[in-house]
């Protein structure tokens, strides 16, 4: 009998490179960029950024200077982006990889103009609502005619997108409108990530930004998700065991069987990037004849270990594998089990350095 | 004046050096080891395990093998356990590294002696009230008096040591000790994590594992803290704005300013592995004048930035840096806020690639 012991994280580049070209029809006349910050939302920017640039992406965002460089040396001829804009900190990074910095502050625009790169015209943030990163109207007005017209492209970033009637939608749409028309009206703009392009046409302006969306994740969970599943997570059981009536399971014994059980321990844990959020709430799924049996989870989730309930399973023995995601369970289903988003569980997952990790193309 | 984007993870080894010599004394007799799986919690197992060995140090636990090849570089004649286990995909880590497997149940017991390692003897982990890995007294009812003295240490671990008071301690300890005696009187015991070595002498048998307190986690937390924050996590301003009376802040406009206010776009978020759910709850710390000012974090955390409110720091600007977590805020601090736990946060932290991370020794 084989035993295992290691998580496997198989990531489906395939499914990626379909829902950003689903995504990409829907921006057309605009074009579509690939948002790979966050190491790709944890799931490997050099491989996500090779499969955007194979699919015809030829515009990176990422947060970071050092993640740029990353993107650089698969995307040669692609504009780069950096949203965090640029500081002391990066600006090698910028210099290495002919990074095009967001800027977002007047701060950051007189850093920029005391040591600026040859060629790159940057791209400027403006505030509309989220009030996060961004110039309002009171700062742009401060900027001159050729200060305002250095910049390559206008951005600003929605912050309700995901639900579809939000007056916030139209009021950012009306406010970055205004900004734009009276403070660039020659310049290219941005305003919507992958939520925002469900929206319509009217918020697609000349590029639109797809994150989320291409990783499989609902950014429009009024609709029924359009995007394909891209992840599969499963561990190996390493055992089985009867637990009786009473007995406890796991870390401050908070769960307390309330009749003779079986059990089956998963060797994969919040180590692992899996949500402590999700004890005596989330499911592992087995697979037998090819039908998805959701086993509850039992008790804590440890550090390396999940513990859940297969009574339903006689068959289950050690060496199966247990799925945390996959096709019958996304990651929107099991960040709602843990109560948070999916972009923060995939962000979290897929750091671990310890999986097996397979990009199935 | 100087623009910053990049958060700083400061990693303190002589307090953790100290921490884990604090530890070791109070677990005297018996000899204490180091618990560095989830690459040490997120913080390094390379730098940790090097500054425990420096310390004397010569017992090391890790959950995966790939884990014990890493500590192996710099602990060339320590014992280092698995606490996963041995499987089909690890058994080369042992070989290469000379690692311990601790075996968990009868399947990888009959594994193990089908391929044997040359040299290494096993331990072996016993179930008593956990209800995780390991083997119960029926289980090993079923082995030989051979098997049973082919271990090199009888392990179990404890469910509710964090409280003192539990009547599980009473019952595991009493578990072991049947176990202990039964089957393994003659083989070196370890029981006792961080927090059952608060327990007392009777819970230390021969090992203690020092993982979590070494951290600067309290594994106690019925009493006041002895360990020393290991920590300090601090990222740049980015900008910082008058908010107006009624204005919204983040994503889904979660947060409505009751009165003018100022903030500060602080350049770090989940994306770096502060938890989401510090969204409307968490504080980021700013010092002045040796001061620690407590800003509220307002509206959603997101991928990349936190908004908090500065209105109480008139002098806070562009280029300062707020502190996530440090001696005034510390992991068990941030975990409270957050919901969960210390050791989930660090080890989430932990493996971000996009912090500038320094050892200070």
Not at 179 to 203: E, I, M, N, W, Y
Not at 221 to 238: S, T, W
Request: charged share 20%; net charge negative; glycine share 8%.
């Amino acid at each position: 009998m084989p035993i295992y012991t290691t998580p496997i994280f198989n990531i489906n580049l395939t499914r990626i490179t379909e829902n950003y070209h689903l995504l990409a029809r829907l921006s057309q006349p605009a074009s579509a960029a690939g948002v790979v910050k966050d190491d790709a939302y944890g799931l490997g920017a050099t491989q996500i950024s090779q499969a955007l640039y194979a699919a015809g992406c030829r515009h990176f965002f990422v947060a970071h200077g050092c993640e740029g460089e990353i993107v650089r040396q698969v995307a040669p001829d692609a504009e780069i982006f950096v949203l965090q804009g640029i500081g002391t900190d990066s600006q090698q990074s910028f210099a290495r990889a002919r990074l095009i910095p967001v800027i977002c502050s007047l701060e950051m625009l007189r850093f920029w103009q005391q040591q600026p790169l040859d060629g790159i015209k940057p791209a400027i943030q403006v505030e509309t609502g989220l009030n996060r990163l961004g110039f309002r109207e009171a700062d742009l007005e401060l900027l001159s005619p050729t200060e305002l017209q250095s910049f390559s492209y206008v951005l600003s970033h929605l912050s309700c997108a995901d639900e579809q009637a939000h007056f916030m939608n139209a009021r950012q749409l009306e406010n970055f409108r205004h900004l734009k028309q009276r403070f660039f009206a020659h310049t290219p703009a941005t305003l919507s990530a992958s939520d925002g392009v469900f929206l319509g046409a009217d918020f697609h302006f000349d590029l639109t930004r797809l994150g989320a969306a291409i990783y499989g994740i609902n950014t429009a969970p009024y609709r029924e998700n359009e995007m394909k599943n891209v992840l599969e997570l499963k561990a190996p059981v390493l055992q089985v065991k009867p637990l009786a009536k009473g007995e406890f399971v796991g870390y401050s014994a908070t769960f307390r069987a309330p009749q003779d059980m079986k059990i089956a321990i998963v060797s994969i844990g919040y180590g692992d990037g899996v949500p402590r959020s999700l004890s005596n709430r989330g499911k592992v799924i087995f697979y037998q004849h090819g039908v998805a049996h959701f086993c509850p989870i039992l008790g804590r989730v440890s550090m390396d270990n999940i513990i859940c309930d297969v009574s339903q399973l006689p068959q289950c023995m050690v060496g199966d594998f247990g799925y945390l995601i996959c096709d019958d369970y996304t990651v929107d289903d099991v960040a709602r089990d843990a109560g948070t988003i999916a972009y923060e569980l995939i962000s979290n997952l897929g750091k671990n350095p310890r999986f097996i990790r397979n990009y199935t193309a």
